[in-house]
């Protein structure tokens, strides 16, 4: 496999990671905001409320970047399904006609 083709397939694999990183991220901090909301009043309700809305949304401009990321690798991917396709291609159109009368 090209050196270009190792380099893309990284570039999915970090990308995933980070991802499933960010999205695991989430859900901890999105079980923990409904703890709070549904916990009755105390003096650092408010603030644990603002704390973790503010990493909620430090994530959110993560996963901003992460979709850009997704994009470009979307695109990469695509020129690399055509080189593998145009690798393929002459090879899968060779026919050998055996004809005997």
């Known amino acids: 496999m090209s050196e270009w083709k190792v ?6 694999e970090l990308c995933n990671q980070s991802i499933t990183w960010w999205e695991s991220r989430l859900d901890v901090l999105f079980v923990k905001l409904d703890e709070i909301e549904e916990s009755e009043w105390y003096p650092e ?7 973790v809305t503010e990493d909620i949304q430090s994530l959110m401009s993560r996963g901003k970047f992460e979709w850009g990321n997704l994009q470009i690798l979307q695109t990469e991917m695509d020129s690399m399904l055509d080189a593998i396709k145009d690798e393929i291609a002459p090879k899968a159109m060779r026919i050998d006609i055996n004809v005997t009368f």
């Open 45 to 51: 309700k408010d603030a644990d409320l603002d704390s």
């Open 7 to 12: 380099d893309v397939l990284n570039k999915i």
